[in-house]
């Protein structure tokens, strides 16, 4: 109201001040110089007033309105866009170009409709704002505009005897949600990782410990006696005339978990300058009889009760008894130390959960990481002595270094932006446990054997160098893994260096032929970016599961799965070396995003690029379908179900019912496959044929909806016969539920054919609290027969796509598949008024790592079936999960080989104007 009463030009002015403001941004634009158009103008169009709208609820919302209860309950609720009313000034030099502000208005705006009724105009027109004083911009694409209230050209101020014009105009814009990133351009990265835990999974660390006060390093002298803790060295032996002296150091905050396994510890000694005669030396540990070692105290009872009479320890005067864990060396005249192995004694020290072991340390409290280590030096032959820098020097005082494994570790790839994260098309826990180098010939690895490759240090080399005809590399799964044992069908590398000038082959070991070839005739099984090393980064190598992979084969004292790629030419060769991260199989079906990377109001559009890792041949897809889930509902979720009785989440029990048994299968996803050859299943009515037990604790988590799928092996005598079901019963029987019916195609008798089950709700009658528990949840796999035909039947895994945030099936049209070299782009951010789902080709050289937005072209529109334009729920940790098959019209198949690289990208939406901070 402050306006009443002014004249255009008085306003105009008045106006001048916001512009001044930190440099504010409100303009239309189509992203190109001459298609925008500035609405905070002082030689145009200017913003008078605005006040933000907000959406509504479309039809104000669906309620429960009962005229037998009190009130009403929201029942259904979807925005609608949003209408802001924006009153401009516009104001020119002349009349004409007034005229042509005005036009330049209108013409972007019947452009940025034009957008959505036509599909040849695909450039979309947007709002862009930035307050003062605020730091980012957010965009609302413009879907209609209405543009009104133009003074009369014969009334003042547009008719004047001026050359000058202005106008007032009422401009109303109908646009979407306000996000982030500019409409019809890339989203953010959105970070996203896929990791798994095991138990089994090697973890090498590293770390350096030191003394770090003086009373953490000590000598005691026998003929004083005393023990100083404060002198620039500590001493060794006979250096003074009238006495022995022993060296105690102790390593504060030694953070090493009780019971690993001590690769290598180095103790490192530097000179304190003085040096007398020949010395040996001997190096011991001390115990923990006392409890946890503490500093010095000074007095020569503290010192001495650190290596107490033991059988086969110390005596009272110090002097050393064998026995203990110890490390002798013997140091010519005039010389220092070099690194001292102390691995033996860290080990003790460290020992188990339980300590070092009773016989040596009867008594002694366990290690707890953290604690402090103590070491001790003393003379242990001859009249000779040795200083060495204490921490009171003040530089190259002691130092520890320790190399060690501890039981279970990540695997995988941590979250990244970049196109590196893979998702395997099954779920299970079997890892690559040890992987090693042959060497030919011996001359570059003594005996021939590396050590296991994933106890290195990062970077390491993944064949001899130099590489010859014979060197072979070797990947197994142990069968000494408590969980982790178990057939892979992938392969991960990172590479740093590429290899180049070798060629050889891939190979198997199956349990009637011995090494064979991922090949049946003229079908090759095997593909990938890393097949011969050729990817710098992050590639693969993927491979169809074979049925005779023996599970009990021994390479280097190793026993489990073994697979390897043998040299048998080279030309000049490099040898690749693997960093970053270790070599792994993938086991995850989903990748998982942090809360922190999706900010906004509501759920943030989102773009997945996956690149298809599986072989065409047997294992080429057609259908890709992707739901999400929020953590909030349960981290131990697992959409995939096994018919194993291992590597099922924790907790969940597999049970089968008489005639049916589980085998040993290669070619399965655990090791292990339930037959069905006995199966007899009484006619014409439902029967439960197997089961997963999902206890209290867990159940829960599996409250949802869901599209399930059962894959297996199915006789072709089934067809037509046999109809199979899920049955989801809580607790003792009650809320029972089911999904759709199928029936059994076997369209094929060597992969795997997946059942298409529909929609599953798995929910309870009654409403649950957040703080409730609920029953255990039972889910039964039936089948109805009308004749016994199950022979030579099995059972994989069932698989539940959850479907109640959000979920999208995306399918290639006619016969039309995708396999490595094809990508899949799925994108509601770069094509606003339509979101899109496009196979893709690589061209050019597909070992180039490239990113998946560029180099590519569009090879099909993929057909779209979803709950809604892809999304991210924000400010939420969340699991995408994914499944692909091949559909066509006698039914769907789909091998637990399929594997893709997945990446994304997001844009937060906002429901008003200031949202993006």
Not at 483 to 512: A, H, K, M
Not at 701 to 708: A, F, I, P, R, S
Not at 816 to 841: C, F, H, L, N, W
Not at 876 to 892: C, E, M, P, S, V
Request: contains cysteine.
């Amino acid at each position: 109201m402050a306006w009443i009463g002014l004249s255009l030009k008085q306003m105009y002015i008045g106006l001048l001040w916001k512009v001044n403001m930190a440099n504010p941004i409100l303009r239309i634009s189509d992203g190109t110089l001459f298609g925008t158009i500035n609405l905070l103008n002082l030689n145009g169009w200017l913003l008078k007033e605005w006040k933000p709208s907000v959406p509504e609820p479309k039809g104000g919302g669906i309620f429960r309105n009962s005229p037998l209860v009190d009130g009403r309950k929201l029942a259904y609720k979807k925005m609608d866009n949003v209408f802001d009313t924006f009153n401009l000034i516009g104001s020119r030099n002349s009349q004409d170009d007034m005229i042509t502000s005005i036009q330049e208005l209108q013409r972007l705006l019947e452009k940025a409709a034009s957008y959505w009724t036509t599909h040849w105009q695909n450039q979309p027109v947007w709002i862009e704002a930035r307050a003062p004083n605020e730091t980012y911009s957010r965009y609302a694409t413009i879907v209609d505009y209405r543009l009104t209230g133009f003074g009369g050209p014969f009334q003042q101020p547009f008719f004047s005897a001026s050359c000058e014009s202005a106008t007032e105009a009422i401009l109303v814009i109908e646009h979407m949600f306000w996000q982030e990133t500019i409409p019809g351009e890339d989203g953010n990265c959105l970070q996203i990782s896929s990791q798994a835990f095991s138990p089994d999974y090697p973890n090498l660390l590293t770390d350096t410990f030191y003394p770090s006060a003086s009373a953490h390093d000590a000598t005691y002298n026998t003929a004083q006696p005393v023990v100083d803790l404060n002198e620039n060295t500590i001493e060794v032996g006979y250096i003074q005339v009238n006495g022995k002296s022993t060296a105690g150091i102790l390593f504060d905050n030694v953070t090493i978990p009780a019971g690993a396994k001590i690769e290598k510890a180095i103790l490192t000694l530097n000179s304190g300058g003085i040096v007398v005669g020949t010395a040996t030396l001997i190096i011991f540990g001390q115990d923990r009889r006392n409890g946890a070692v503490t500093p010095f105290d000074g007095t020569i009872e503290d010192f001495t009760e650190r290596y107490p009479v033991l059988t086969g320890g110390f005596a009272t005067d110090g002097t050393y008894a064998p026995g203990t864990p110890s490390q002798i060396i013997s140091l010519a005249d005039g010389t220092y130390p070099g690194p001292i192995d102390v691995t033996n004694i860290v080990q003790w020290i460290i020992g188990t959960d339980d300590g070092p072991p009773s016989t040596t340390c009867e008594g002694c409290t366990g290690w707890v990481s953290g604690d402090m280590l103590g070491l001790f030096i003393q003379l242990y032959s001859s009249t000779g002595g040795r200083l060495f820098d204490s921490f009171d020097s003040g530089v190259d005082f002691a130092e520890l270094y320790v190399e060690y494994t501890v039981t279970g570790a990540y695997y995988g790839r941590e979250a990244t932006c970049s196109h590196e994260v893979y998702v395997a098309n099954k779920q299970n826990k079997g890892i690559i446990s040890h992987v090693f180098i042959y060497d030919a010939d011996g001359a570059e690895i003594p005996g021939n054997w590396s050590t296991n490759l994933l106890l290195e240090t990062l970077p390491y080399d993944i064949l001899p160098d130099p590489v010859e005809v014979g060197d072979i590399i070797y990947f197994g799964s142990s069968d000494e893994s408590t969980d982790g044992f178990g057939p892979f069908c992938s392969i991960v590398f990172d590479l740093s260096v590429i290899q180049e000038g070798v060629t050889g082959v891939w190979r198997y070991y199956d349990e009637v032929f011995g090494w064979t070839l991922f090949n049946f005739g003229s079908y090759v099984y095997l593909c990938g970016d890393q097949e011969i090393f050729k990817t710098l980064g992050v590639g693969s190598v993927v491979f169809e599961p074979m049925d005779g992979h023996a599970p009990d084969h021994t390479v280097n004292g190793v026993t489990g799965y073994w697979v390897k790629f043998e040299v048998t030419a080279v030309n000049t060769p490099t040898t690749p070396v693997q960093a970053n991260r270790h070599i792994y199989t993938v086991t995850n079906p989903y990748v998982e995003i942090d809360e922190l990377q999706v900010t906004g109001d509501i759920p943030a559009l989102s773009r997945i690029l996956i690149d298809i890792a599986a072989c065409e041949q047997k294992a080429a897809s057609n259908t890709l379908v992707v739901g999400l889930r929020s953590l909030s509902r349960g981290n131990d979720f697992a959409a995939y179900l096994n018919a194993s009785n291992v590597q099922n989440p924790s907790g969940i029990v597999f049970n089968y019912t008489g005639g049916t048994s589980l085998d040993q299968n290669g070619d399965s996803i655990t090791g292990y496959i339930l037959n069905t050859f006995n199966y007899l299943p009484t006619l014409d009515t439902w029967n439960n044929m197997c089961s997963w037990h999902i206890p209290s604790e867990l159940a829960k988590q599996y409250l949802g909806d869901y599209h399930v799928y059962v894959r297996g092996y199915f006789n072709v005598y089934m067809r037509d016969i046999t109809k199979i079901r899920l049955r989801v019963v809580f607790g003792d029987g009650y809320n029972v539920s089911y999904s759709d019916i199928s029936g059994v195609y076997c369209f094929t008798l060597t992969e795997d054919e997946v059942l298409d089950l529909g929609k599953l709700s798995i929910h309870p009658s009654s409403t649950i609290r957040p703080d409730d528990a609920i029953d255990m949840i039972e889910i039964y796999l039936d089948t109805y027969d009308t004749e016994n035909n199950w022979g030579f039947g099995f059972i994989r895994d069932i698989i539940l796509i959850p479907a109640d945030e959000w979920i999208g099936s995306f399918s290639m049209p006619g016969a039309g598949t995708m396999y490595y070299g094809k990508g899949v782009d799925i994108d509601a951010i770069t094509v606003p008024r339509q979101y899109r789902a496009v196979e893709t080709s690589i061209f050019g050289n597909i070992y180039s790592s490239p990113d998946p937005t560029i180099g590519r072209s569009i090879a099909a529109e993929m057909t779209r079936v979803s709950s809604s334009e892809p999304i991210i729920q924000a400010n939420k940790n969340q699991r995408l999960w994914f499944t692909q098959f091949y559909a066509h019209d006698l039914g769907i198949y789909a091998t637990h080989q399929h594997c893709g690289k997945v990446s994304m990208q997001h844009s937060a939406r906002y429901l008003y104007a200031r949202g993006n901070r």
